[in-house]
C-alpha cells in the first residue's frame, strides 16, 4: 500500500515572520511568510497563502472562493462557518481548529494534516483529498458525497454519521475510529481498511444486521 503519512509544511517551526495588517487581505492578494492572528474580511477573491502562520479567529465566517494555501500552519483557529469554494490547500498543518461548518466543496487538498480539530457537519463534497490525515478529529455528519479520496487517514476519529456516497475511493484507513451510521456504496468497501471492532458498524451501514448468534431473529 502506498505511504499515507502527508508531507510536512515547508515552514519551519517556530520560524520569526512578520505581523500581516488586516487591510492586506483582499481580491487576489498574495501573501507570504507572515503570521495572521487578526480577523480576515468576510469576502475576498483568490486570496493565497504561502508559509503563513494563522492564529486566534482570523477564518471564522469569512467567504474566500479560491483561497490557495501552501506551507502554511493553522494553529487553535476558528475557521467555523467559513466557505472556501474551489479552495487548494497543500502541505498544510491545521492543529486544535474550530472548523465547523467548514465548506470546501470543489476544493483540492494534498499533504494536509488535521490535528485535535472540530470539523462537524464540514461539507467537502465534490473535492480531491490525497494523503490527507484526520487525527483524534470530530468528524461526525462530515459530508464528502462525490469526492474523490486517495490515501485518506481517520486515525482516533469520532466519524459517526461519515458520508461518503458517490465518492470514488483508492484508499481509505478508518482503523481506531468510530463509524457509527456510516454512508457508503457497496463498490467502495473493497478499498475501506477498518480493524475487528469496526466490521459491526461497517455490516450495519451496508445493510446486514449484526446480532449475537445466541440472539432469536
Known sequence: MP????EQPDLEPGATLDHAPSDSFIDRAQLERVEIIEPLR???RDLSLSMCRVRAGAFA??????LRMVDCEIGRADCSGATWIDTRIVRTRFESCKCTGLDTRGGTLRDVRFHEC???DAFMQECTLDRV???TCDLQNIDL???TLDRITLRDCDARGLYLLGARITALDLRGSRIDH?????RSVSNIIIDPLQAPALA???GARVIDRNEEI
Open 61 to 66: 465566517a469569512t467567504t474566500l472562493p479560491g
Open 204 to 206: 450495519e451501514s451496508l
Open 182 to 186: 456510516l454512508a457508503i456504496d457497496t
Open 3 to 6: 505511504a499515507l503519512e502527508p
Open 118 to 120: 472540530k470539523m462537524p
Open 145 to 147: 458525497s462525490g469526492s
Open 133 to 135: 490525515w484526520f487525527e
Open 42 to 44: 468576510a469576502f475576498a
